[in-house]
């Protein structure tokens, strides 16, 4: 199974995210962008499967099963709630950067490339780890190895 796209836009139909696998051009992107926000927004809420301020599009074949999408969209959204402790839209708006870095290590060209939770957000919190011990003051002694 391929996914072609991946958008995440708020029930106002601003883009909070969008990762595109098929080669298109930016006046193509705007345009299906604009198309399918205007679609999704204008179902009736009974109508929608997702959150009532987020949705998330996908774009799939004809013969692709939706399930198995709507399954890989619930685990997207169960790496950025265990991630950010309890995700919301502020925490995609403030650090993008960190679920688009969730969506690479979870999906690679389309396809799931890891179906394990515990070893994407392990990858994700490396980089983290790394970055507060290059933050954290140390003394003289233990630049030099001395302690």
């Not at 391929?2 to 601003?14: A, V, Y």
């Not at 169960?78 to 870095?101: G, Q, R, T």
């Not at 233990?142 to 302690?147: H, P, Q, V």
């Amino acid at each position: 199974m391929l996914i072609s796209f991946m958008l995440l836009f708020s029930h106002q139909g601003k883009l909070r995210l969008q990762k595109w696998y098929v080669p298109l051009l930016d006046k193509g992107k705007k345009k299906t962008t604009r198309e399918l926000v205007q679609r999704v927004l204008t179902h009736k809420p009974k109508m929608c499967s997702f959150l009532e301020c987020l949705h998330f599009c996908c774009a799939i074949e004809d013969q692709d099963n939706e399930l198995i999408t709507l399954e890989i969209i619930h685990r997207y959204v169960e790496l950025l709630d265990k991630y950010f402790d309890s995700v919301c839209e502020l925490d995609i708006i403030f650090n993008f950067e960190k679920a688009y870095l969730i969506l690479d290590e979870f999906l690679l060209g389309g396809e799931v490339q890891e179906t394990s939770k515990k070893n994407v957000l392990k990858a994700i919190e490396q980089p983290d780890l790394l970055q507060e011990e290059a933050e954290t003051p140390r003394s003289v002694l233990e630049e030099i190895g001395l302690t």
